[in-house]
């Protein structure tokens, strides 16, 4: 799969995304521009755009507000989905119990997981060894209910300068 869609005009401009998924990798890829340029710059933000809100005043063919913020949830919960640090055990830890800031993550990170007992997680072996947090990338399979659901969005009519 790979498609572009136009959620609508925002604070910065037009929004896009690319939606990219590679089954031979089974990996998710999303990305976005906020209003761009022919000159391959934009008005907005780049990349993960993910990070903010948009501030959608007009919404593109097919979109509304409910399908935004299910787009932004799979797209915050699948991107990247072959570069997981953790076992599925320390994910879940982590998400329950977030490790705030990003300045010295890893390291306070795995002093959560072994404080729960998680580092190394001895559920979860790899070449038959329990899992040290971030010592491989690890990738969880994306479902067939998600990637229905991202083909299911709307195509831009649309062709940004980035794509």
């Not at 990798?25 to 000159?39: A, D, F, M, Q």
Request: proline share 5%.
């Amino acid at each position: 799969m790979r498609k572009i869609v136009h959620i609508g005009k925002g604070n910065n401009g037009d929004v896009f995304c690319k939606i990219k998924f590679d089954p031979a990798k089974h990996s998710l890829s999303i990305t976005g521009v906020e209003g761009p340029k022919r000159n391959g710059n934009a008005l907005g933000s780049f990349g993960q755009i993910i990070m903010h809100e948009w501030g959608i005043k007009t919404y593109a063919a097919g979109w509304d507000a409910a399908l935004e913020a299910k787009f932004r949830a799979v797209w915050d919960r699948w991107h990247l989905n072959n570069m997981r640090a953790g076992s599925p055990a320390q994910m879940a830890f982590l998400e329950a119990n977030p490790v705030e800031g990003h300045h010295n993550y890893y390291a306070r990170a795995c002093q959560a997981l072994e404080a729960a007992g998680l580092n190394p997680d001895s559920g979860h072996l790899v070449n038959g060894k329990p899992y040290h947090y971030g010592s491989l990338w690890l990738k969880e399979e994306v479902s067939d209910e998600v990637l229905e659901f991202l083909g299911s969005l709307p195509e831009s009519q649309l062709t940004p300068a980035w794509v």
